[in-house]
């Protein structure tokens, strides 16, 4: 039972960022964030280390936003830290790697204790300086840049900094707009957390059992499975149901790895490895992993 109560909780905190992700998509003003899909979103931990991301988004932004919250608690200090606040930047050593790339963070309190953060990552069509296109030899030519800070203190945004904006993008509304996207989307994830908290009666998110399994520092495996790696030869509907959402997803379970299956498109397998996670944990997971394979091979006769 409580393997299966684990799956619940996994499978529920995927299915929160997830709609925290697609609540971006939905409110976003740029063409990039809602046909493009130049997005993410997580949730972590009260210490800023991820324990889940969402599936929708670009792969570009994993290792980075898994790395960014610590750089946020770092900056903006534990004693400034308030419920209703959120945290924005777009600090390419920072945050995701370049200007256009907007972080923006919000601190989850329960019973008025820090529990989690969630955050969310998004490319913004315009952040001035020379405009579209690689020209620019240096930073300060690519456009505005955001170091940490608030934008919003207490649920009172920072009129101040969207002044600045505006006076430095080209397409003042969009940008601005994105940015309240990317608040907003946060707030979704709040919302959904503090209920599945509520179910499974939980105060904070280090009760639940499976986060000690499944966080670690953004690193998610994605094994596509094909009969044939020469030709890339796919398996049959029915043997793809078979092995992702029946054998093989069971099996690794079975073994200790945190995995979900991924199905639209290609089948593929996606595991996380531990929180702290060295050469003999990533011997371990590939030996768990080839035992699997191997028997789920033989399942469908091959």
């Not at 101040?160 to 904006?165: E, P, R, S």
């Not at 997803?249 to 790895?257: A, D, H």
Request: hydrophobic share 40%.
């Amino acid at each position: 039972m409580s393997e299966l109560r684990n799956q619940v909780m996994w499978n529920r905190l995927i299915s929160i960022v997830e709609e925290q992700a697609l609540a971006l998509v939905r409110t976003a003003f740029s063409t990039s964030v809602r046909e493009a899909g130049d997005l993410s979103a997580g949730v972590y931990d009260a210490e800023g280390r991820m324990i889940a991301q969402a599936v929708t988004g670009t792969p570009g932004h994993v290792n980075t936003m898994a790395a960014a919250v610590a750089n946020f608690i770092e900056d903006i200090g534990p004693h400034r830290i308030y419920e209703g606040d959120s945290y924005i930047t777009n600090d390419p050593w920072k945050g995701t790697g370049h200007l256009h790339d907007f972080t923006v963070v919000n601190p989850v309190f329960r019973n008025g204790t820090l529990v989690a953060f969630f955050a969310c990552t998004a490319h913004v069509v315009d952040v001035g300086g020379r405009g579209y296109g690689p020209d620019a030899t240096e930073v300060y030519e690519e456009g505005l840049f955001v170091p940490i800070m608030k934008f919003a203190e207490r649920g009172v945004v920072n009129e101040d900094l969207l002044n600045i904006v505006r006076h430095n993008v080209r397409e003042a509304g969009q940008v601005v707009g994105d940015l309240y996207s990317l608040s907003g989307c946060n707030d979704t994830g709040i919302r959904r957390l503090h209920a599945m908290l509520d179910e499974f009666e939980l105060d904070d998110l280090a009760d639940l059992p499976i986060v000690g399994d499944i966080r670690g520092a953004g690193y998610f495996y994605g094994i596509e499975l094909v009969k044939d790696r020469t030709d890339r030869l796919s398996f049959s509907d029915e043997d793809r149901e078979h092995l992702l959402r029946g054998f093989l997803s069971n099996r690794l379970l079975e073994l200790g790895l945190i995995c979900r299956a991924d199905d639209r498109g290609e089948p593929v397998i996606q595991l996380s490895p531990p929180l702290i996670a060295g050469p003999d944990e990533f011997a371990e997971i590939t030996s768990k992993l080839r035992q699997a394979l191997t028997e789920a091979m033989a399942e469908v006769g091959m």
